[in-house]
């Protein structure tokens, strides 16, 4: 079982709709929870951050841990087509980051 | 610089040959990570440098990787014998404090396709 788990299937919505995204991991010693966006042939960029169970704002995006259920999600209300990229959860421990594959999610105008 | 550098941004490079990355990071980050990304894949941890510390070197996949930074600056990944499975974004990145995820910042990456 790898240590993060992101269905990297694509996914597309129309403009305004909310874009639903998830990881499960594995194991309990992760300390925080990111969520990254890429865009295409770009390094990833920080966008939330958390160590803590429950949920935290930043304008259009909230991002949710549940650690007794070892699963994290992250939510963008009123997609744009400028939030078309790929978004990939990390977590933290010992200095280094675990990645899910990412899930590229297309906003169509 | 503002922010980290990777050259080449790009490279092509036959199989057998052997290539060398840079990476530049923030003025004054202590620690620094190089990541592999295969195409449709997450990031996979190579190699991470923290101040005079000795790296963690766990995550390097042969004897074929390795890695060097001096002091606190520049660090080169360098792959020997390069095989086509190598192809990927080679992604570098640095953070200020190297114990949890909210600082760390990566470069565009160095593109490395091996015919």
């Known amino acids: 079982q790898k240590e993060v788990e992101q269905d990297p299937g694509p996914l597309s919505v129309p403009e305004g709709a909310i874009v639903s995204l998830n990881c499960t991991y594995s194991?309990?010693?992760?300390?925080?929870f990111m969520w990254y966006r890429q865009y295409s042939r770009k390094g990833p960029e920080l966008l939330m951050y958390t160590y803590s169970s429950g949920n935290k704002e930043d304008g259009r995006f909230t991002a949710q841990v549940d650690k007794s259920s070892k699963y994290i999600s992250l939510f963008i209300r009123d997609s744009q087509p400028s939030d078309s990229a790929t978004y990939l959860c990390a977590m933290s421990r010992n200095n280094r980051l675990a990645f899910g594959k990412g899930n590229q999610v297309v906003v169509i105008p | 610089g503002a922010g980290v550098s990777q050259s080449p941004s790009n490279k092509v490079t036959e199989k057998g040959k052997d290539v060398e990355l840079r990476c530049d990071p923030i003025?004054?980050?202590?620690?620094l990570y190089w990541y592999r990304q295969r195409l449709g894949q997450g990031l996979e941890f190579l190699i991470y440098f923290q101040g005079n510390s000795a790296p963690d070197k766990s995550g390097l996949p042969s004897d074929r990787f390795s890695a060097e930074r001096t002091g606190e600056s520049v660090s080169t990944l360098t792959i020997q014998r390069t095989q086509q499975e190598d192809s990927a974004v080679y992604l570098c990145a640095s953070s200020s404090q190297g114990d949890s995820g909210n600082t760390i910042y990566f470069g565009e990456g160095s593109w490395l396709t091996v015919v």
């Open positions: 003025s004054g980050h202590t620690a």
């Open positions: 194991n309990s010693a992760f300390q925080y």
